[in-house]
């Protein structure tokens, strides 16, 4: 074996070992696990080293459904068969666990050592590149979730003070966050690195457009317990459309046009995005290496996976005139699948199904969506009668492994195009700035690849059902159009919390689904299931006040008992 390869096996064992109690004490990294004159010579070391954390960006679990939908499931747009705990408002503080430092104490180990390189920087100064992108990727999400953390930017000793700090407040950590990505910037190269599975240059400017834009508007709207002190909301907004339209102006990167009705039925089950102009950064999974992930089946065979989209998420998508259901004279109701999406905008027969609907071609023959799978068990229900099928692709060749293999295998998309035009468009009307110009180059972009009408500053129709009524009618309609373009992929807790906006959305309701109706289960009884005023009320038990959520604790996570007890220096979080 190479003698490098066995001492970073070294390294990442140790550090392991050393990691069981994962509290902020992490961070003391042995001063004398592994000689650094032993490993970090070459540009090969570097890279070997800094490559183990890719597999962060979207890890191979068993249970890669929920994974993925995870901050989706913490929201007004999907439900499980349970119902989630932040939403529910019944989580405690735990007495361990909670955040950890493992990966930010292993990176930072990288910055400790990498400069003994013995070559030239300009050699592996894109490694060092990837891993700033890493760290402040592992910071955002801690913030996310805690608000204030303690920042680290190095390794610590045992004995180190640093251990015993008070949080970081939150914009100071992000603003650290935007330095590591700065220099990403920097030192990326740009365009896509082996067939985008690799950082660039631009998935940095698209993370900072993220990471900008969300610090940018939690401290305009979480002005109450989770407030900043001395906020500057306008400095990351402006950081967030500089950021986005980087990545605008270099020209590499276009929404992707199939010329297909299903086009996003496709789009997001490729096997292969190397040439996909709107993808910057993606996973490739290979059954014959062991990587899949169980997306595909669940979805290709009918199942829910216990998952369902809200009757509030389908009520949100468009007339095909472009107007809300509430105005459009197109709008045919909800009574059945096949009315619920006629006239509707192209997008929303590409996310639920209906009947009739494509699932897999079997030995030639088309196998056909009947029904939502409202009656199965709780891992494959559809609870809500509105089932997803976004990231299905019933290409036979696609699915040719199917009948025996229950994982899937197309590629998965980690950073694509339409969320900078989104994040552009969403900073400036925050800002204020928004002109139509900049609709034209974002927003309608979107709009024209599913066949809908531009967005028209001028003229935007009024919606009495506008989520955020207090807010301006473009900000409603560019939230209203990131919630169609960006559903299932990750996105919509992240909104909810940067808006202060589970008050509107959250409290005191329960997710409804879809009409029960003789059309689409002609087979079944509505009395074997929860229904109110005909509509699926899958958690009408669980939840008979609505979800109750707790809006001055619920919107950070708490911070363990044995954190608090071996730092005295740490506050909780508000509310906990």
């Known amino acids: 074996?190479?003698?490098?390869?066995?001492?970073?096996?070294?390294?990442?064992?140790?550090?392991?070992?050393?990691?069981?109690?994962?509290?902020?004490?992490?961070?003391?990294?042995?001063?004398?696990?592994?000689s650094a004159e032993d490993y970090w010579k070459t540009t090969s070391d570097l890279n070997l080293y800094v490559n183990q954390f890719y597999t962060a960006f979207n890890p191979s679990l068993s249970d890669q459904l929920q994974y993925t939908f995870s901050y989706d499931m913490q929201t007004d747009d999907f439900t499980y068969a349970e119902a989630n705990a932040r939403l529910r408002g019944s989580r405690t503080v735990p007495s361990t666990g909670g955040w950890s430092y493992t990966n930010i104490r292993n990176i930072n180990y990288f910055f400790d050592n990498y400069r003994k390189c013995e070559e030239p920087f300009e050699a592996y100064k894109e490694i060092a590149g990837a891993a700033h992108f890493i760290r402040a990727y592992f910071y955002y999400n801690l913030v996310k979730e805690y608000g204030d953390v303690p920042y680290?930017?190095?390794?610590?000793?045992?004995?180190?003070?640093?251990?015993?700090?008070?949080?970081?407040?939150?914009?100071?950590?992000?603003?650290?966050i935007i330095a590591d990505l700065d220099n990403a910037i920097s030192y990326?190269?740009?365009?896509?690195?082996?067939?985008?599975?690799?950082?660039?240059?631009?998935?940095?400017?698209?993370?900072?457009?993220?990471?900008?834009?969300?610090?940018?508007?939690w401290e305009k709207y979480q002005t109450g317990a989770f407030g900043v002190s001395n906020p500057h909301p306008d400095k990351y907004l402006n950081l967030a459309a500089e950021a986005a339209e980087a990545v605008i102006q270099s020209g590499l990167y276009s929404i992707y046009l199939k010329g297909d009705p299903y086009w996003n039925y496709f789009f997001f089950a490729e096997l292969d995005y190397a040439n996909n102009p709107e993808v910057l950064f993606w996973k490739k999974h290979d059954l014959d290496l062991g990587i899949g992930h169980a997306e595909q089946f669940q979805i290709a065979t009918g199942k829910g996976g216990g998952i369902g989209l809200t009757k509030s998420f389908v009520e949100s998508y468009l007339c095909t005139d472009g107007k809300p259901i509430s105005q459009s004279p197109l709008y045919k109701g909800d009574g059945d699948l096949i009315t619920v999406t006629a006239n509707r905008d192209p997008r929303l027969?590409?996310?639920?199904?209906?009947?009739?609907?494509?699932?897999?071609?079997?030995?030639?023959?088309?196998?056909?969506?009947?029904?939502?799978?409202?009656?199965?068990?709780?891992?494959?229900?559809?609870?809500?009668?509105?089932?997803?099928?976004?990231?299905?692709?019933?290409?036979?060749?696609?699915?040719?492994?199917?009948?025996?293999?229950?994982?899937?295998?197309?590629?998965w998309i980690l950073f694509r195009y339409a969320e900078v035009l989104l994040n552009y468009a969403e900073a400036k009307a925050e800002l204020g700035t928004v002109t139509q110009q900049d609709i034209d180059k974002t927003v309608k972009l979107l709009r024209d690849r599913a066949?809908?009408?531009?967005?028209?500053?001028?003229?935007?129709?009024?919606?009495?059902?506008?989520?955020?009524p207090d807010l301006s009618p473009v900000i409603n309609e560019i939230r209203r159009e990131r919630r169609v373009e960006l559903v299932a992929e990750s996105f919509r807790w992240d909104d909810i919390a940067r808006w202060a906006a589970a008050d509107e959305v959250i409290v005191g309701k329960r997710p409804a689904g879809g009409k029960f109706n003789s059309i689409d289960y002609p087979d079944l009884s509505a009395a074997d299931y929860k229904l109110t005023d005909g509509y699926f009320d899958p958690l009408k038990d669980q939840l008979p006040n609505g979800y109750g959520f707790v809006l001055d604790r619920d919107y950070l996570s708490p911070i363990s008992t044995q954190e608090l007890t071996l730092n005295p220096n740490l506050k909780q979080n508000p509310g906990w």
């Not at 680290?152 to 603003?175: C, H, I, K, W």
């Not at 531009?454 to 059902?465: E, F, G, K, S």
């Open 349 to 411: 027969i590409q996310t639920i199904f209906t009947p009739g609907f494509p699932l897999q071609v079997i030995n030639g023959d088309t196998i056909r969506f009947v029904r939502p799978a409202v009656d199965q068990a709780a891992h494959t229900v559809c609870p809500t009668g509105y089932q997803l099928n976004k990231t299905l692709n019933f290409d036979p060749i696609h699915h040719k492994s199917l009948d025996t293999h229950a994982d899937g295998f197309t590629g």
């Open 152 to 176: 680290f930017s190095r390794t610590l000793g045992t004995d180190a003070e640093e251990l015993y700090m008070e949080r970081t407040p939150r914009n100071q950590v992000v603003d650290s």
């Open 451 to 468: 066949g809908m009408p531009n967005l028209i500053m001028a003229d935007i129709p009024n919606d009495p059902n506008w989520l955020f």
């Open 1 to 34: 074996m190479n003698i490098r390869y066995l001492n970073l096996i070294i390294v990442l064992c140790l550090a392991s070992v050393t990691g069981c109690k994962d509290t902020v004490d992490l961070n003391r990294f042995p001063l004398d696990m592994v």
């Open 188 to 217: 990326l190269p740009s365009g896509k690195q082996l067939g985008g599975t690799k950082l660039s240059k631009e998935i940095a400017q698209l993370f900072k457009s993220r990471v900008c834009l969300y610090e940018g508007t």
